[in-house]
């Protein structure tokens, strides 16, 4: 294992750019400091090397950790296949087909062929087992004090936010979003869910393939959840204001205690419940 930390008792603020992995934040109204850990599972190869190479720093209240050559690479111009000893594998769908993939250094297709039933996001498969994504990647575990704000740019990794935060402003490729209780949420997200806590002023959640769930929106602002395939839930306090934007092509949109809001909800395949 791989590890480099940094504390920062002046911040309030942190980015954070990862290629592959995990992101854990925890805030503590009592915290007076960021303290940042970032470790690989293996002493040596690419995770432990992006750690040793990682940009790691402070400077005006603000925390950046900048891991982005961790495992996975992005493709950013349109990819339609993929050629890997005489056989091609498609690549359909996401936005600009954009994929995220580690190197590979054999690829064998046998008489059982590769079935995949459901959605698959972020797995690794070794020996016909799903591994962990503890065991991959590089993990990023920071202590904030509550209030704070994160900016989080990630590749194909999951976000875990334990606690309150002001603002968070994140993209991910393909991974999960799940935050305890933020005031402002900007969030986008390829291939995953999205689980917000309390959202308590303005959201904007986009998934491309993924389900979205606010269990209590509380906010005063035009707010917008969207959604290509994957259902949409929002629980509403009775003290929200303002409007409430949901729509999906494929999934259902259940709201509960939304109807005093401006509340618009549409979707092509799938059902609208208004409770």
């Known amino acids: ?11 309030r603020h942190l980015h954070v750019f990862l290629g592959a992995g995990r992101v854990v934040v925890t805030t503590d109204p009592a915290a007076t400091e960021v303290r940042v850990r970032i470790r690989s599972v293996r002493d040596t190869g690419p995770d432990a090397e992006a ?56 690829m064998e297709i ?14 690794v498969v070794t020996m016909g087992t799903i ?3 503890e065991d991959q ?30 603002s968070l402003t994140s993209t ?26 309390r959202v308590g002023e303005l959201m904007q959640v986009s998934t ?17 959840v969207s959604a290509i395939s994957g259902a949409i839930t929002v629980g509403v306090l009775p003290t929200a204001s303002g409007s409430l934007d949901l729509e999906t092509v494929t999934g259902a949109i259940t709201t509960t205690g939304a109807r005093h809001l401006r509340l618009a909800a549409s979707t092509t395949i799938g059902h609208v419940h208004h409770g």
Not at 1 to 11: C, E, G, Q, Y
Not at 68 to 88: F, Y
Not at 110 to 123: E, F, L, Y
């Open 1 to 11: 294992m791989t590890v480099r930390t940094l504390t920062a008792p002046a911040a």
């Open 51 to 106: 750690v040793e190479q990682a940009l790691l720093m402070e400077r005006d209240g603000t925390v950046q950790v900048d891991i982005r050559n961790a495992r996975a690479r992005t493709v950013d111009e349109p990819v339609r296949a993929h050629t890997r000893g005489g056989s091609v594998f498609n690549f359909h769908g996401g936005v600009n087909n954009t994929v995220f993939y580690d190197t590979v250094e054999t």
């Open 110 to 123: 046998g008489s059982g062929g590769i079935r995949v039933d459901g959605n698959v996001t972020g797995a």
């Open 131 to 133: 591994a962990s994504s």
């Open 137 to 166: 990647g590089v993990a990023v575990e920071v202590e904030m004090p509550a209030g704070g704000n994160v900016l989080a740019n990630l590749g194909a990794a999951d976000l875990g936010v334990h606690g309150a935060l002001n």
């Open 172 to 197: 991910t490729g393909a991974g999960s979003v799940r935050v305890g209780s933020v005031e402002v949420a900007r969030v986008t997200v390829v291939s995953g869910q999205v689980t917000l806590a």
């Open 208 to 224: 491309t393939s993924g389900a979205v769930t606010v269990n209590c929106y509380e906010g005063h602002d035009d707010s917008r």
